[in-house]
């Protein structure tokens, strides 16, 4: 009886109880997560190159454990520090028109107002 309440509503696919916007939607999703992951590895191969390099260079796996340890603890103390209100975060502003950037999270910008191109610093978040 279920069965066929399912598969006459048009809102359900196949007497399963998932909808067709949910199919679709698990389908991007698995897309994004495709992609998320072919990201993961790819920063992962250039952080691994990069480790090499710089133990080609003579440095240790301590020195980077020290320093990732260090940021680490910055992160988190300028991350409480803003929660708290003790500090606000740091605004980019437009070295030509003076306007605030609207954030978005990518490392070249283009302020809307003059057209101003900025390029910043790839490790700010």
Same mark, same amino acid.
């Given at each position: 009886?279920?069965?066929?309440?399912? *598969? &006459?509503?048009?809102?359900?696919?196949?007497?399963?109880?998932?909808?067709?916007? *949910?199919?679709?939607?698990?389908? %991007?999703?698995?897309?994004?997560?495709?992609?998320?992951?072919? %990201?993961?590895?790819?920063?992962?191969?250039?952080?691994?190159?990069?480790? &090499?390099?710089?133990?080609?260079?003579?440095?240790?796996?301590?020195?980077?454990?020290?320093?990732? *340890?260090?940021?680490? &603890?910055?992160?988190?103390?300028?991350? =409480? =520090?803003?929660?708290?209100?003790?500090?606000?975060?740091?605004?980019?502003?437009?070295?030509?028109?003076?306007?605030?950037? %609207?954030? &978005?999270? *990518?490392?070249?910008?283009?302020?809307?107002?003059?057209?101003?191109?900025?390029?910043?610093?790839?490790?700010?978040?």
């Amino acid at each position: 009886m279920a069965r066929g309440f399912f *598969s &006459t509503n048009s809102n359900y696919n196949n007497g399963s109880g998932v909808s067709n916007a *949910s199919t679709m939607d698990f389908r %991007q999703y698995g897309e994004e997560i495709a992609h998320l992951k072919g %990201q993961v590895a790819r920063l992962n191969m250039i952080t691994e190159g990069l480790w &090499t390099i710089l133990k080609n260079e003579g440095h240790t796996e301590e020195e980077l454990i020290d320093i990732l *340890s260090e940021l680490d &603890t910055n992160k988190k103390t300028r991350k =409480a =520090a803003i929660e708290s209100g003790e500090e606000t975060p740091k605004r980019r502003e437009c070295p030509n028109c003076h306007v605030p950037l %609207q954030n &978005t999270d *990518s490392i070249i910008d283009r302020c809307i107002y003059c057209g101003h191109e900025i390029i910043g610093n790839p490790f700010d978040n």
